[in-house]
């Protein structure tokens, strides 16, 4: 019986002396296009089978990335130029594979600017508020993307306008309001400090500044 099931196993569980299979290497997996922010972590990867061992490389541009010998690419932290075409080389004793382009672009942050606007209101008499004008049209995006504007009362985080220019009624005092844009993929903030006086406090301001300007002389 011991005999009779070794005959009918076949060559289940015999050692072989044949030599290894003379297989080149297969993408199995190419890498993937994508769009990050600056600064983001971006791992690009491939997956490849053959006969081993598989030595790979990866290009940039057409170009070598020295050190960039393994299955994965990391860039951490992305830079602006890092962008570009990469795809990786897998090869073997039998021959060798190349990837698929996979394309990476950067987007830089956007700029909040809200130094457009006024920092000093005199209170009208017999008023008990101004009209302020918050002004973010300084903002840019370097990459040329829209932007999506949204002004903010700091801290409390109120929603005030969704537009480059808000015209807000204040009271006597300092407000602080913060301006945010956003290109769909980024945000950045700038904090702008507006401050209401009376019309004396006013007088008082020009007249310090006279007699500083004259001291100067």
């Given amino acids: 019986q011991e005999i009779l099931a070794?005959?009918?196993?076949?060559?289940?569980?015999?050692?072989?002396?044949?030599?290894?299979?003379?297989?080149?290497?297969?993408?199995?997996?190419?890498?993937?296009?994508?769009?990050?922010?600056?600064?983001?972590?971006?791992?690009?990867s491939v997956l490849a089978q053959g006969s081993p061992p598989l030595t790979y490389q990866w290009f940039r541009n057409d170009t070598l990335i020295a050190g960039a010998t393994n299955a994965s690419l990391a860039l951490d932290p992305v830079a602006f130029d890092d962008?570009?075409?990469?795809?990786a080389t897998v090869s073997n004793a039998f021959g060798i594979a190349t990837s698929s382009n996979a394309v990476l672009s950067v987007n830089r942050v956007p700029i909040a600017d809200a130094s457009g606007t006024r920092t000093v209101f005199v209170l009208p008499p017999c008023t008990n508020s101004v009209r302020a004008v918050l002004n973010g049209t300084r903002?840019?995006?370097?990459?040329?993307?829209?932007?999506?504007?949204?002004w903010l009362v700091a801290v409390t985080n109120l929603p005030v306008a969704t537009s480059r220019v808000a015209v807000v009624c204040l009271p006597l005092g300092q407000h602080a309001f913060d301006l945010v844009v956003?290109?769909?993929?980024a945000a950045a903030t700038d904090r702008v400090e507006v401050l209401v006086i009376t019309p004396r406090e006013a007088l008082a301001r020009l007249i310090a500044s006279v007699r500083?300007?004259?001291w100067e002389k």
């Avoid at 962008?83 to 795809?87: F, Q, S």
């Avoid at 903002?139 to 949204?150: A, V």
Wanted: aromatic share 6%; net charge negative.
């Fill in 182 to 185: 956003n290109d769909g993929m």
């Fill in 139 to 150: 903002s840019r995006d370097p990459d040329g993307d829209p932007l999506d504007y949204q």
């Fill in 6 to 44: 070794i005959f009918n196993a076949g060559g289940d569980g015999k050692c072989s002396n044949a030599p290894p299979a003379e297989i080149p290497p297969t993408i199995v997996t190419q890498p993937e296009s994508m769009r990050v922010n600056e600064g983001d972590t971006v791992l690009l």
């Fill in 212 to 214: 500083q300007s004259d």
């Fill in 83 to 87: 962008a570009g075409t990469y795809y």
